[in-house]
């Protein structure tokens, strides 16, 4: 087989994750999300289409910037209502084999004591499937709905979550040595005390002196996953990811962030693929070009305006409320915006962007690419990008839920396979970890990685 | 029918729960706690047998009274490893299709405004299957490793306690209206903004103005439990609860509790029966009393006596490590120490008590009645405890797990459905919540519960 090409699903536990207004279009099922159901349908799904893994996103906050309010948010099902996921990985474990469940959980706001538990407890039920994907929170509005007048300042969050990880290495790495728990009827230990540690920690932001409430599940810390983009973020990504996820709307932008992490990498001294990198497509698919180009603008059609603004303005901080959707941006470029605005229509600086643009930009396909096609253009195109972005692989997104993830699978899946990139069905024993996937090595971390140094 | 029983297991997910050695009994498969299907198949087991939930205990810590450390709880197993309940209950709730799930969390480690959001996902997970056994936590060691330097004082914690409820309800009851989530793609309505709100909540411990995260489940609120024995702990539960456990040796003084909860009731305008009791009971079953007898003194010898002492330590904050197991008690009993051991030895105070008699009186059946006999005589015990002590069902509790619930499933069950006490198989309609099943009313908590003035 060629070098396999990763594929995550990319989405969240909501009706709209990143395509506002889509969960109208007729061939879509997300206004189920809130049952179990459906994602143990879409887990089944994914796995028998050769995904590594389902990549949950999560914040902790409604989004208000849009017109200072929540309605756009509500109308739109703007990721929200959002359940919680971590509650939903060991159902869909058990609904698969092989599947992995990234899931984002913030270090700034659940005790590390506690998650510690509840990652080794994900680990212990999946049979080490689980990965974390790290993030330190953006929102005011949750910093206030959790007991902070505002958030902690950005590169204070990272120093923070810098010790944080320092914990969490000491509970998953540190507090039970292999072979701690022989749990031997013969002998009568259950755990060996001589191999079971309180972790000690006395830091600036915590204080964690006894033992981790449980034992390691197969992977110990469970694959770290990240997705900084700030420069302080790539630093941290550089420190503990093993797999890290960038989002850049032309291949060039993308090369020039894993160029970055990978020069960040040799400065640290880990090896230059010691981090599987990943970007974000979204993908339509049909049998021809022209069917996929002309669901494509079906989609266009579905596109819900407000919602998008609201997603923006989330992101951003940027308010376009009130202004006229076909005004031409520069006309509502203020100077506090106008470096977020560029951010988008830098893209494509020739033409005149109005604010439907920026929104319908916003709705199908988010800050990354849209690639719609048939399967062996799809096919063709995550090829070019994955030479010409430098990446391992893709997080893979749906504007229609969960109809394009599981056309993905019919379609582009099947010729993935043809072309030795994808596995075939069952060639990949059951039994792997998420890491030993991805990474081809584990299921611990690596010897070189920071979080083995916590290790006894 | 007669009346029905009402049966919950009580079990945690931990290698002993409340029977320290008992998982080196030959039956035992405790020992694969930390595997999914061992959950999954007991709580298919559960269903079989009637029952109406599985209650999970939770404690975020680890014992350490005995002999200062944690040597005999790591040794014995004794509520270590402890894995987080809370994930597993939606794979359980995949595996059934009536059990209930009651999950143990406090409210004084985890953010409100994040456990609305978990229980609300639980709840549509399961369908309306889910409680919530309301702690306070009591233990140092927990409030050490959560970043307290010891723990908030005891009636502190419950003046704080009701007004992380009050948060709760605001969140669960009244952020998101009946009707609010129409997810209508003719209106292109997800959430109705009109009918959903931010809560508002500025109090003396905690400030949430925001929306809840998510819409409610099938409950609203999930069915309460609440556990507290202290005054102060009973004063909460007869504000919030609607279903109650106490643990107690004897009939008379169960019926002392549930005497006290329904005047408790009565003075706060609440129904005398709106709320549901439980108390426990340690249940082995032959097919004969005397088989019944010899197994219960099988199980004698496999008592771990450290260890039931280092859970005996956890509970009472009594240290008897060093005392020589056949002391009499009243040689090691202390100004500090000795209502601690009155509580238990007060059951038989003509016998001499010596250490080691305490610890298997810990390990079999904690704090609560042993019944060992034939199919007959078990039912006729938990009848005569019904009647006695006025509970309207049982906490179950197994010393062999899970062999000891499997064998209750499939030798007292048939009994009890002889008798009219427990609904035949498949007489009970799949699709009802928990709270319809415990209490005969729902799905929402009922109009006079206090949650329910937080509706709008």
Redesign the interface.
Request: glycine letters at 10%; proline letters at 11%.
């Given at each position: 087989m060629s070098r396999p090409l990763l594929l995550n699903a990319f989405d969240m536990?909501v009706?709209?994750h990143q395509s506002p207004?889509l969960?109208?279009h007729?061939e879509?099922g997300v206004?189920r999300f809130?049952?179990?159901e459906y994602w143990?349908s879409l887990a089944r799904t994914l796995e028998d289409g050769g995904f590594a893994s389902l990549f949950l996103a999560d914040i902790?906050?409604?989004y208000?910037v849009y017109g200072g309010g929540?309605?756009a948010t509500?109308?739109?099902?703007v990721q929200?209502?959002?359940?919680?996921p971590?509650?939903?990985?060991?159902?869909m474990?058990?609904?698969t084999e092989r599947l992995g469940f990234g899931v984002t959980a913030s270090v700034t706001?659940?005790?590390p004591?506690?998650l510690a538990?509840?990652f080794?407890?994900?680990d212990?039920?999946?049979r080490g499937r689980v990965a974390w994907n790290v993030v330190t929170s953006y929102q005011d509005?949750a910093a206030?709905?959790?007991?902070m007048d505002r958030q902690i300042p950005h590169d204070e969050r990272y120093d923070r979550a810098d010790e944080y990880m320092e914990v969490m290495y000491k509970l998953l790495e540190g507090s039970?040595e292999p072979g701690a728990?022989p749990?031997d009827?013969a002998t009568?230990?259950?755990?060996?005390?001589d191999l079971?540690h309180?972790v000690g920690h006395e830091g600036t932001w915590?204080?964690?002196?006894?033992?981790?409430?449980?034992?390691p599940?197969p992977q110990g810390t469970p694959l770290l996953f990240q997705a900084g983009a700030s420069k302080r973020g790539q630093q941290f990504a550089v420190d503990h990811a093993e797999a890290i996820f960038f989002i850049g709307n032309t291949p060039q932008l993308v090369r020039r962030w894993t160029d970055g992490v990978r020069a960040g990498l040799a400065e640290r001294g880990r090896a230059e693929d010691a981090v599987k990198t990943f970007t974000m497509a979204t993908v339509v698919v049909a049998e021809t070009d022209a069917e996929a180009q002309a669901r494509l603008a079906g989609y266009r059609r579905h596109v819900?305006i407000e919602g998008a603004l609201s997603l923006f303005g989330g992101w951003t901080g940027v308010d376009l409320a009130g202004a006229d959707p076909d005004a031409p941006l520069e006309y509502v470029a203020t100077d506090a915006n106008q470096s977020a605005l560029a951010a988008f229509t830098s893209l494509s600086p020739d033409r005149t962007w109005t604010v439907r643009d920026l929104a319908e930009f916003v709705a199908i396909g988010g800050r990354g690419p849209v690639i719609a096609g048939a399967p062996g253009t799809v096919a063709d195109e995550l090829e070019r990008w994955r030479e010409e972005a430098g990446v391992d692989g893709f997080n893979i997104s749906a504007a229609v839920r969960p109809a394009d993830l599981e056309r993905f699978t019919t379609m582009v899946s099947p010729e993935l396979r043809r072309r030795g990139l994808l596995p075939e069905p069952g060639s990949v024993p059951a039994g792997q970890t998420l890491r030993e996937v991805l990474t081809g090595a584990g299921p611990r971390l690596a010897d070189d990685h920071r979080g083995a140094s916590f290790r006894r």
């Open positions: 536990m009706p709209v207004g969960w109208r007729p879509a206004a809130d049952t179990l143990t902790p906050g409604v208000d929540t309605e509500a109308r739109g099902g929200y209502p959002l359940l919680d971590l509650v939903a990985v060991p159902a474990a058990a609904a706001y659940e005790a004591y506690l538990r509840t080794a407890t994900l212990h039920f999946t509005s206030r709905n959790l007991g039970f728990v749990a009827p009568g230990v259950f755990v060996d005390p079971a309180p915590f204080s964690v002196p006894g033992h981790a409430l449980t034992h599940g819900d």
